[in-house]
Nanobody, 123 residues
Framework: QVQLQESGPGLVNPSQTLSLTCTVSGDSITTNYRYWAWIRQPPGKGLEWIGYIAYTGGTHYSPSLKSRTSISRDTSKNQFTLQLSSVTPEDTAVYYC???????????????WGQGTQVTVSS
C-alpha cells in the first residue's frame, strides 16, 4: 500500500524559502505514468495545485506560482521536494504531497494524499 509523508519546517520567515520533502513508500517515483504533485490549502480557502514532477523527471508548475516554485526528486531515496521562494504570509497553508496517474492540474485528479503538513509564514 502506497504511503506519502510530508516533512519540513512548520514555520518559515517571510522572504525565505519554504522547503518540504515527500517520502514515498509502497511505490516508486520512477514507475511509468506516475505524477507526484504538491497541493496546498490556505486557511478558509480551497485546494490549490502547485505543480508536479513526473515519472520522467519532467516538471510542470502553476502559472501563478511558477516564478517561485521548484520541484525536484531524489530517486535513491524515493523522495520529491518542493521549494517555494520569497514566501509571504499568503503562502501559509496546509501542504500536501500527492500521487496521480495523469498530468493533471485539478487537485481532484490525485487519488493518494499524504496527511498534510501545516506551514506558517510569519516573523
Amino acid at each position: 500500500q502506497v504511503q506519502l509523508q510530508e516533512s519540513g519546517p512548520g514555520l518559515v520567515n517571510p522572504s525565505q524559502t519554504l522547503s518540504l520533502t515527500c517520502t514515498v513508500s509502497g511505490d516508486s517515483i520512477t514507475t511509468n505514468y506516475r505524477y507526484w504533485a504538491w497541493i496546498r490549502q490556505p486557511p478558509g480557502k480551497g485546494l490549490e495545485w502547485i505543480g508536479y514532477i513526473a515519472y520522467t523527471g519532467g516538471t510542470h508548475y502553476s502559472p501563478s506560482l511558477k516564478s517561485r516554485t521548484s520541484i525536484s526528486r531524489d530517486t535513491s531515496k524515493n523522495q520529491f521536494t518542493l521549494q517555494l521562494s520569497s514566501v509571504t504570509p499568503e503562502d501559509t497553508a496546509v501542504y500536501y504531497c500527492t500521487r496521480g496517474y495523469k498530468p493533471a492540474t485539478d487537485p481532484n485528479s490525485y487519488g493518494t494524499w499524504g496527511q498534510g503538513t501545516q506551514v506558517t509564514v510569519s516573523s
